[in-house]
Nanobody
Framework: QVQLVESGGGLVQAGGSLRLSCAASGRTFSNYAMGWFRRAPGKERDFVAVIDWSGGPIFYADSVKGRFTISRDNAKNAGYLQMNSLKPEDTAVYYC??????????????WGPGTQVTVSS
């Protein structure tokens, strides 16, 4: 499996931006699609975005489309989630995951521990 660690979370005002990073180690990161998921307080973990192993096909949840951008740099074994125009409802723990190009969390066997994003109104 791939070991993943997220960073870049924090507290930001509504309308602000954050850039999350996902550092990968272990098995070849470039063999896997990378996904971002989030879990808001009291809710289930939800899909945010996914990018193919090559950086090609990308898919976003409707709730973040046009505001968030997923990307990856396989040479650096890293992935990113640029989050703009943040809203209080974006407050959640954000997780990166490696696996199959999918919106289902079950298709991602490798997960990071998560990073907290809090958006104040």
């Amino acid at each position: 499996q791939v070991q993943l660690v997220e960073s870049g979370g924090g507290l930001v005002q509504a309308g602000g931006s954050l850039r999350l990073s996902c550092a990968a180690s272990g098995r070849t990161f470039s063999n896997y699609a990378m996904g971002w998921f989030r879990r808001a307080p009291g809710k289930e973990r939800d899909f945010v975005a996914v990018i193919d192993w090559s950086g090609g096909p990308i898919f976003y949840a409707d709730s973040v489309k046009g505001r968030f951008t997923i990307s990856r740099d396989n040479a650096k074994n890293a992935g990113y989630l640029q989050m703009n125009s943040l809203k209080p409802e974006d407050t959640a723990v954000y997780y990166c995951a490696a696996g199959t190009y999918s919106r289902r969390s079950a298709d991602f066997p490798s997960w990071g521990p998560g990073t907290q994003v809090t958006v104040s109104s």
